[in-house]
C-alpha cells in the first residue's frame, strides 16, 4: 500500500486532531471576462478609497474652520473688545435707522 504523503495531496483540506480546518486559495482569474472585471472592480474599490479620502478631509477642515469661527468670536465677544459691544450695536442700530 502506497502512502501519499501531505504535500503531494491535492486535497486541500487540512484536519486537526479535533476538527477540520479549512484552507483557502487565492488565485487570479484566468478567463480574460473574469480578469476584466477584477480590475475593474479594484479600480473602483481603490476609487472609492480615494474619493472617500478627500472627502474625509474636507469634512475635518470645515470642522476645524467652524471651531475656529466659534472660537475667534468668543474670544472677541469675552475679551478686549467685550466693553464695545454696547457701542457696536448702537452703531448698528443707528446705521439701520438711516437706511
Known sequence: MTQI????CSDDSVHG?????????????????E??????????????????SKVHDADKDIQTQVWLRD????????GPFAD???DILALE???????
Request: no cysteine; hydrophobic share 45%; glycine share 0%.
Open 35 to 52: 480578469l476584466i472585471i477584477a480590475v475593474i472592480l479594484a479600480m473602483s474599490l481603490i476609487t472609492n478609497l480615494y474619493l472617500w
Open 17 to 33: 486532531n479535533t476538527a477540520p480546518v479549512q484552507s483557502v486559495r487565492f488565485t487570479l482569474p484566468k478567463d480574460p471576462r
Open 93 to 99: 442700530m443707528n446705521y439701520k435707522e438711516r437706511k
Open 71 to 78: 472660537d475667534a468670536l468668543t474670544k472677541f465677544e469675552q
Open 5 to 8: 504523503h501531505p504535500e503531494h
Open 84 to 86: 464695545m459691544k454696547a
